[in-house]
């Protein structure tokens, strides 16, 4: 009895440390089809040999806002790729100073919603938005919080 307690301990502590993020290409974009916080959702991305996407160019916004809108109908919410608000490699390194983790790069290049950064100490990790209008507009959330994610 205590034996098969441990065995089902240790595949319960297995499932947990192991990402099993299965992806939709589109472009040179690949959509998680599960959620996951920042730091796991960054770690399944380097397990394809991929990072966390960037969005560090209007050219790169705009080809993936144009590829989403296309798998979508027009619309972005009814892309059948992206399955809902999802984690960039965007990052707070310190409170104000936001980075691309994939990159190293200052944001040059940002395309915030109204109201975007909160100045949280808590919130430092950036996502981009689909819902509504929300058009992939950047928006920051807790990086402990479950998204979906995109590599490349
Ligand atoms: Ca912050």
């Given at each position: 009895m205590a034996k098969a307690i441990l065995v089902s301990l240790a595949v319960v502590a297995f499932l947990a440390t192991t990402s099993f993020s299965a992806f939709i290409q589109l472009?040179?974009?690949?959509?998680?089809?599960?959620?996951?916080?920042?730091?796991?959702?960054?770690?399944?991305?380097?397990?394809?040999?991929r990072s966390l996407v960037s969005v560090d160019s209007a050219?790169?916004?705009?080809?993936?806002?144009?590829?989403?809108?296309?798998?979508?109908?027009?619309?972005?919410?009814?892309?059948t790729v992206i399955k809902g608000q999802s984690?960039?490699?965007?990052?707070?390194?310190?409170?104000?100073?936001?980075?691309w983790d994939?990159?190293?790069?200052?944001?040059?290049?940002?395309?915030?919603f109204v109201g975007q950064p909160d100045a949280l100490d808590d919130i430092n990790c950036v996502y981009l938005a689909t819902?509504?209008?929300?058009?992939?507009?950047w928006r920051d959330a807790n990086c402990s919080a479950a998204m979906h994610f995109i590599c490349e």
């Open positions: 472009g040179p974009f690949y959509f998680s089809d599960n959620t996951l916080p920042w730091v796991e959702a960054r770690q399944a991305c380097r397990d394809t040999n050219d790169k916004d705009r080809n993936l806002v144009r590829l989403l809108r296309a798998s979508g109908n027009g619309a972005i919410e009814n892309s984690w960039s490699s965007g990052h707070e390194v310190a409170e104000g100073v936001w980075e994939s990159t190293h790069e200052p944001f040059f290049y940002t395309r915030w819902r509504g209008v929300s058009d992939l507009y």
